[in-house]
């Protein structure tokens, strides 16, 4: 049974999403059967359809799709075999997950998942203003099961862009290439393309004459959730005289969303994607409120999921776009639900806590322990990296207190002692959250 979308056009797509709400819904009914459907030969939603009484073919509203419980991450891991089914085409290619909260995960992409993906940055793309008369550089790693990288090169090659497979690390190495090759846009983490930009700098390279028009980021954010720059993002735009975009992907989905040219969210793909925010009961939430994005992303094959916890905290946005998009916009990632700390009668991310380190200069290097305290607060302690000359710590904690309104602890470290705590070789991206408060621990 095919959950195919009928198209893989850009164009149409486009023209989709500048057309009234109510054609968008009735096309997504349409593509949310068709998913449903093939959800349904797995053995895990076939119990669940089952057991609610559930006839994916009867459902005349997307609203009917919060009749079904919702998928955990935790429920692939436990039986995988539940998730698999006959009716699943050859798998091309298997992907995992980062692993940050807890194992990789394994999944599995069939040729049309891959197609599909590299449609959907195609999309994103085009909505970044690239075209086909630029080249972007690519700092991210294509291999190690990694599949963002792979579906931005793919998505570029659709749109008819160049690209540049350099890869992550060696500023070196990446500048020999920008002089060379000349890139009109770069791709990768905003932490690591501030410091090749300021690596050039110190190098005899001047970043804002590099001509590097834009800037696609993933894994960290560049945005608050008000949509104004964090200092990264915005040292990041001045270090390049560029245009910064986010990106944000979820393996398990399949899918990933690119930043709006008006820089108020990402638009959320109609044909791929229905996303829902809900919290900390499944209760869906109103438009602006933060809570967990729950997705389902439409015509996959592979890992046809329904309902997919994500366990990142956002918001969803319906109201009108600059852009001329009639779509809505998924705010950017405020925090991890499993990172969510209880402060005094606050409620913080340490994505909060490090946007407020960006702040200063030479606080880069820091991490966040987290405990459980005695009272309902939990016991947040900031550990910065410094060497002699390090930040002067009365001016770190009134830095937090002001942007958080709450004043965690702060103590200073050996600079090097800081990074290789951060720094494990079997993790893909450094570690700057200690969760103490139970046995395991989760890093980000
Ligand atoms: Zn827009």
Redesign the pocket.
């Known amino acids: 049974m095919s959950s195919r979308p009928d198209t893989h056009c850009l164009q149409e797509a486009l023209d989709l999403r500048r057309r009234g709400s109510d054609e968008i819904a009735n096309l997504q009914l349409t593509l949310l059967k068709r998913h449903l459907q093939h959800a349904g030969t797995l053995p895990f939603y076939r119990r669940i359809f089952q057991g609610a009484d559930f006839n994916p073919n009867t459902i005349t509203s997307l609203s009917d799709l919060a009749e079904l419980p919702l998928t955990e991450r935790k429920d692939i891991d436990d039986s995988p075999e539940a998730f698999t089914s006959t009716s699943v085409p050859a798998i091309a290619d298997i992907a995992l997950t980062s692993g940050t909260t807890g194992h990789p995960l394994v999944v599995p992409y069939t040729v049309h998942d891959l197609e599909r993906l590299a449609f959907n940055e195609e999309v994103a793309f085009s909505s970044a203003g690239l075209g086909k008369n630029d080249r972007v550089l690519l700092t991210v790693t294509l291999d190690r099961c990694f599949i963002a990288g792979f579906a931005y090169f793919w998505g570029l090659v659709r749109l008819g862009v160049t690209a540049i497979r350099s890869g992550p690390g060696q500023p070196a190495r990446q500048w020999q290439l920008i002089e060379r090759l000349r890139p009109t846009a770069l791709l990768g983490v905003p932490s690591f393309l501030l410091g090749l930009a300021r690596w050039g700098t110190e190098n005899g390279y001047n970043p804002r004459t590099a001509g590097i028009k834009t800037i696609i980021t993933i894994g960290e954010p560049i945005r608050k959730a008000d949509f104004t720059p964090t200092r990264l993002g915005q040292f990041l735009e001045d270090a390049w005289g560029a245009k910064v975009f986010s990106s944000y992907g979820v393996t398990e989905l399949e899918t990933a969303f690119g930043d709006?040219p008006?820089a108020?969210g990402a638009?959320i793909h109609p044909e791929m994607m229905i996303v829902e925010i809900v919290d900390d009961h499944g209760r869906i939430l109103p438009d602006g409120l933060p809570g967990e994005v729950v997705a389902t992303p439409l015509g996959v094959e592979g890992l046809p999921l329904v309902r997919f916890r994500t366990g990142d905290i956002a918001r969803v946005h319906t109201a009108p776009?600059s852009?001329g998009?009639n779509t809505a916009?998924l705010g950017p990632i405020e925090g991890r639900l499993s990172q969510r700390l209880k402060y005094k009668g606050t409620t913080l991310y340490p994505g909060m806590i490090f946007h407020a380190l960006q702040e200063i200069p030479g606080a880069t290097d820091a991490y966040i322990e987290v405990r459980q305290s005695f009272d309902l607060s939990d016991e947040v302690t900031v550990v910065i990296g410094a060497d002699e000359q390090g930040p002067d710590q009365r001016k770190v904690e009134d830095t937090l207190q002001a942007h958080l309104r709450v004043g965690p602890k702060v103590i200073f470290k050996n600079r090097s002692e800081v990074r290789a705590r951060m720094h494990n070789d079997l993790d893909r991206k450094p570690r700057n959250f200690f969760d103490l408060r139970t046995e395991s621990q989760t890093g980000s």
């Open positions: 709006c008006s108020c638009h776009c852009c998009w916009r």
